[in-house]
DNA sequence: TTATTCAAGGACAAATCTGTCTTAAAAAAA
DNA sequence: TTTTTTTAAGACAGATTTGTCCTTGAATAA
């Protein structure tokens, strides 16, 4: 479905919105921990999200990643970033574009998949999820 | 979503049940120009499908790869055979295993829409998408 | 100012996926 | 039997993804 890259991506950042809700700012070592993945490829791919201004990052003694307290971030920002939005609009069977017009034998019970997946990461904040991980419902690794 | 090997692989037997419809047996070079994708790497696709019994094959002239006319093959089989199943069931996140005891934070969203295409795929009959293919409604290539 | 701590960036390596080529083997037709 | 047509199979090559390593430069603290 996601790219490892992705998946790694996603599980970083809601590691590090759950930190900075408690005002701190995780450095890749310790968010490589928390996730439980390859330290220099997440390095890669929080690098990318913050070029994409979906991380902000502080170099130097006690620097890390960290978010706004107050961000709207959804996850389709975080997934278009890294894997591009072919997900959410390219054809299931891999035909040059996805139309209506040209469907696919697929594609009306792809669409309804698709756009699931669609207004999913679209409508997921953040923030929300990094709620229920504090609480101890929801796990980022094993 | 599928590997390309996954997307050739259905647009191969879709059209395979098309012309098996017609009792018709297209080789390989018939294959992939119905479904534009280089040969060599479609015929891998098939032999593996053939292998797995999925396709029935016919070797000498007049050869080629075919299915039983009243085959009951479903979209599921030729996904797990070539991506496995791990689309089917695995968590969202990467984690090792998607479970409700033990959710990554995106569990129950993602259940809902990995499940909605576990449903497409495991309802929908091959030979029934090769007849909107016949009567010219869909499109396997462009 | 100097040393330390950190992200940023680029070069590299391994693994997987995608795609190609060649040869073998089967089956039918001549 | 011989030739032709076809799938089957495996070795190979390129591209992409995944993962590692090393150097640079920024920021802070001492
Ligand atoms: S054309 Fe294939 S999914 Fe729309
Ligand atoms: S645990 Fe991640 S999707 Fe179920």
Redesign the pocket.
Same mark, same amino acid.
């Given at each position: 479905m996601f #790219? !490892? @890259? $992705?998946e790694?991506g996603i599980r970083a950042v809601l590691f590090i919105a759950k930190q900075s809700q408690k005002d701190l700012?995780?450095? &890749?070592?310790e &968010?490589s921990k928390a996730i439980d993945?390859?330290?220099? +490829?997440t @390095? !890669?791919v $929080?690098?990318q999200l @913050?070029?994409a201004g979906i991380l902000l #990052? !502080?170099?130097?003694?006690?620097?890390? +990643?960290y978010l706004e307290k107050d961000s709207t971030l959804k996850l389709a920002e975080i997934v278009a970033t890294i894997d591009g939005d072919n997900i959410f609009k390219g054809c299931g069977l891999g035909l040059r574009e996805c139309s209506s017009e040209h469907p696919c034998p697929v594609h009306d019970q792809f669409m309804v998949v698709r756009n699931g997946l669609k207004k999913m990461c679209e409508n997921t904040l953040v923030m929300e999820l990094a709620a229920n991980l504090e609480e101890g419902e929801t796990f980022l690794k094993v």
């Open positions: #790219s !490892k @890259a $992705c790694y700012r995780p450095n &890749i070592t &968010i993945s390859p330290e220099p +490829f @390095a !890669k $929080c690098q @913050a070029r #990052s !502080k170099k130097g003694p006690n620097g890390g +990643f």
